[in-house]
Every structure is written in C-alpha cells, then in structure tokens.
C-alpha cells in the first residue's frame, strides 16, 4: 500500500483493509524492493506449508489404513473389531436386530506351508478372503484375525 497518511492513519486503515505491508510517499525503492521480497518469500513459505500439510494428511490417512488392514488380504485386521463391535451391539440392541460372528479356521494349514511353502499358502489366504468376500452382504465385515504371529489356535 502507498499512503500519503499518517503513521497512525495509515497502519490502521490500511491493515485493516488486508493490507501486509505498507510505504509512505515518496518512497524509496530499496524498501520497496525488500517490502516485495519478503511479501513473496511469505507467500511462497505459506504455500510450501500448505503443500507439506497436505502429503501430511495423505501419509496420515495412509498409515491409519495400514494400521486396520492386513496386508495380505487387504481385509480389516485383528485389531479393527475392537473398535466396532461396540457400536455393532449398541446399534443391534437399538433395532432389536440379531448380530452374528462367523469365525472360520482352515484345518491343518501348516501342512499347506510346510509342505508347498508360504507364498502358496499366502495365495490360499488371499484367494480365500476373495472368495469369502464375494459371498457377503454390503452390510457386513470380514476380518482376517489370523496370521503368522497369531496366537488364536483352533482346539
């Protein structure tokens, strides 16, 4: 902003107005120059800022879905449930509605491992997570609760 005003005037009304920066007539062009420079250094700061801020919030919800999916299956992992299964029984006992938990073991897959390997095996998992996934409703969730670290045996 140029302004023949006043100091007092001139800081008031104008940043009052969205002015950043202001020079009294006549001015000097080294100030102006400066005043320039660092309105387009802030500017430029603010939008790196705003970029970063941005890949931040596309890391952050990248990492929250690492954190509940498996990475094999793709489906929920064992620790979603936890976070669902209170309002699953909440919203179940509001609307006087069943709620039903299926969990399914695949008998002697050690065997599958030992004897054909683990990537066979993680293909037997993935194809049935596929093919399980095709047989629900929209309505319900599937989760993988097993894995190499699992301490969820069957008897």
């Known amino acids: 902003m140029l302004t023949s005003l006043s100091a007092t005037a001139r800081t ?19 100030e102006l120059n400066t ?9 430029a700061q603010r939008d790196e800022l705003s970029r ?16 509940i999916t498996d990475p094999l299956t793709e489906l929920y992992n064992r620790g979603t449930p936890r976070k ?22 695949i008998d002697h897959f050690k065997n599958v491992n030992d004897t054909c390997g683990h990537s066979v095996g993680d293909t037997t998992i993935k ?3 596929w093919i399980t ?7 319900d969730t599937l ?9 969820c045996r069957p008897p």
């Open 52 to 67: 970063k801020n941005d890949e931040l919030h596309v890391m952050l919800r990248k990492v929250e879905a690492l954190s």
């Open 127 to 129: 194809d049935i997570a």
């Open 133 to 139: 996934k095709q047989g629900i409703r929209d309505a």
């Open 143 to 151: 989760y993988r609760w097993g894995g190499r670290s699992s301490s």
């Open 35 to 43: 005043g320039v420079y660092a309105a387009l250094w802030t500017a």
């Open 84 to 105: 669902f299964w209170g309002r699953n029984l909440r919203k179940s006992g509001s609307y006087h509605a069943s709620l039903s938990c299926l969990m399914m073991v």
């Open 12 to 30: 008031g009304r104008g940043l009052e107005a969205g002015a950043d920066d202001y020079l009294t007539k006549p001015y000097d062009q080294m």
